[in-house]
Protein backbone atom coordinates (compact mmCIF):
# COMPACT_ATOMS: atom_id res chain seq x y z
CA UNK A 1 0.00 0.00 0.00
CA UNK A 2 1.36 3.30 -0.68
CA UNK A 3 1.07 5.96 1.24
CA UNK A 4 1.77 9.96 0.29
CA UNK A 5 1.33 12.80 2.53
CA UNK A 6 0.92 16.13 1.28
CA UNK A 7 1.57 19.32 3.30
CA UNK A 8 2.42 22.87 3.45
CA UNK A 9 -1.05 23.69 2.19
CA UNK A 10 -3.36 26.87 4.48
CA UNK A 11 -4.13 30.56 4.14
CA UNK A 12 -2.38 32.82 2.50
CA UNK A 13 -3.57 36.59 1.04
CA UNK A 14 -3.20 37.08 -2.77
CA UNK A 15 0.31 37.50 -4.09
CA UNK A 16 1.98 35.19 -1.64
CA UNK A 17 3.17 32.33 -1.70
CA UNK A 18 3.46 28.62 -0.34
CA UNK A 19 5.44 25.46 -0.89
CA UNK A 20 4.00 22.10 -0.62
CA UNK A 21 5.33 18.83 0.08
CA UNK A 22 4.41 15.17 -0.80
CA UNK A 23 6.06 12.46 0.95
CA UNK A 24 5.78 8.87 -0.17
CA UNK A 25 6.66 6.62 3.20
CA UNK A 26 6.28 3.10 2.03
CA UNK A 27 7.17 3.41 -1.66
CA UNK A 28 10.15 4.88 -3.46
CA UNK A 29 9.68 8.12 -5.60
CA UNK A 30 12.49 7.07 -7.45
CA UNK A 31 12.30 6.36 -11.49
CA UNK A 32 8.52 7.50 -11.41
CA UNK A 33 6.45 10.04 -12.95
CA UNK A 34 5.00 12.58 -10.56
CA UNK A 35 2.03 15.13 -10.62
CA UNK A 36 0.13 17.59 -9.02
CA UNK A 37 -3.77 18.14 -9.25
CA UNK A 38 -6.13 20.17 -7.37
CA UNK A 39 -9.94 20.51 -7.19
CA UNK A 40 -12.13 23.74 -6.40
CA UNK A 41 -15.17 22.66 -4.55
CA UNK A 42 -18.33 21.66 -7.30
CA UNK A 43 -15.52 21.46 -9.87
CA UNK A 44 -13.36 18.42 -11.53
CA UNK A 45 -9.43 17.63 -10.50
CA UNK A 46 -7.42 19.69 -12.64
CA UNK A 47 -4.04 19.04 -13.81
CA UNK A 48 -1.63 21.60 -12.22
CA UNK A 49 2.08 20.17 -12.69
CA UNK A 50 3.76 17.00 -13.68
CA UNK A 51 7.49 16.43 -13.67
CA UNK A 52 8.91 13.49 -14.98
CA UNK A 53 11.08 10.07 -13.50
CA UNK A 54 14.91 11.88 -14.33
CA UNK A 55 13.16 15.77 -13.13
CA UNK A 56 14.60 16.40 -16.13
CA UNK A 57 11.01 17.20 -18.09
CA UNK A 58 8.07 19.71 -16.40
CA UNK A 59 5.17 20.44 -17.67
CA UNK A 60 1.98 23.03 -16.23
CA UNK A 61 -1.04 24.01 -16.87
CA UNK A 62 -1.45 27.55 -18.52
CA UNK A 63 -3.00 28.83 -15.68
CA UNK A 64 -0.33 28.23 -13.25
CA UNK A 65 2.72 28.93 -15.87
CA UNK A 66 5.38 31.33 -14.42
CA UNK A 67 4.04 31.06 -10.80
CA UNK A 68 4.39 27.63 -9.57
CA UNK A 69 7.13 25.60 -10.18
CA UNK A 70 7.63 21.52 -9.29
CA UNK A 71 10.87 19.57 -8.20
CA UNK A 72 11.67 15.96 -6.75
CA UNK A 73 13.90 14.86 -4.18
CA UNK A 74 14.34 11.14 -4.94
CA UNK A 75 16.72 10.67 -1.78
CA UNK A 76 14.08 12.72 0.62
CA UNK A 77 11.07 10.86 -1.66
CA UNK A 78 9.64 13.85 -1.81
CA UNK A 79 8.43 16.05 -4.47
CA UNK A 80 7.34 19.44 -4.03
CA UNK A 81 5.30 22.44 -5.71
CA UNK A 82 6.38 26.31 -5.34
CA UNK A 83 3.75 28.67 -5.71
CA UNK A 84 4.61 32.25 -6.30
CA UNK A 85 2.10 35.24 -6.75
CA UNK A 86 -1.10 33.33 -5.58
CA UNK A 87 -4.52 34.22 -6.74
CA UNK A 88 -7.86 33.77 -5.42
CA UNK A 89 -8.78 31.46 -7.97
CA UNK A 90 -5.71 29.04 -7.27
CA UNK A 91 -7.81 28.01 -3.92
CA UNK A 92 -8.64 24.40 -3.98
CA UNK A 93 -7.50 21.19 -2.48
CA UNK A 94 -4.27 19.97 -4.01
CA UNK A 95 -3.49 15.98 -4.45
CA UNK A 96 0.25 14.90 -5.24
CA UNK A 97 0.24 11.40 -7.65
CA UNK A 98 2.43 8.88 -8.47
CA UNK A 99 2.60 8.14 -12.47
CA UNK A 100 4.46 5.60 -14.20
CA UNK A 101 7.88 4.04 -13.88
CA UNK A 102 10.16 5.59 -15.96
CA UNK A 103 7.03 7.46 -17.10
CA UNK A 104 7.49 11.47 -18.96
CA UNK A 105 5.52 14.02 -18.23
CA UNK A 106 1.80 12.99 -17.90
CA UNK A 107 -1.16 15.54 -17.39
CA UNK A 108 -4.57 13.33 -17.08
CA UNK A 109 -5.67 11.83 -14.26
CA UNK A 110 -5.81 7.98 -15.20
CA UNK A 111 -1.97 8.64 -15.67
CA UNK A 112 -1.50 8.33 -12.40
CA UNK A 113 -1.81 5.20 -9.77
CA UNK A 114 -1.63 6.53 -6.23
CA UNK A 115 -3.03 9.42 -4.73
CA UNK A 116 -2.36 11.46 -1.68
CA UNK A 117 -4.59 12.46 0.69
CA UNK A 118 -4.62 16.42 -0.27
CA UNK A 119 -4.04 19.51 1.14
CA UNK A 120 -6.15 22.54 1.17
CA UNK A 121 -4.79 25.98 -0.07
CA UNK A 122 -6.64 28.90 0.25
CA UNK A 123 -5.94 32.12 -1.09
CA UNK A 124 -7.91 35.33 0.01
CA UNK A 125 -8.04 38.53 -2.01
Known amino acids: QVHLVASGGGLVQAGGSLRLSCASS????????MGWFRQAPGADRDFVAT????????DYADSVKGRFAISRDDAKNTVYLQMNSLKPEDTAIYYC??????????????????WGQGTQVTVSS
Open 97 to 114: ALGQHYGNIAVQPSDYYY
Open 26 to 33: TRTISNLA
Open 51 to 58: INWSGGST
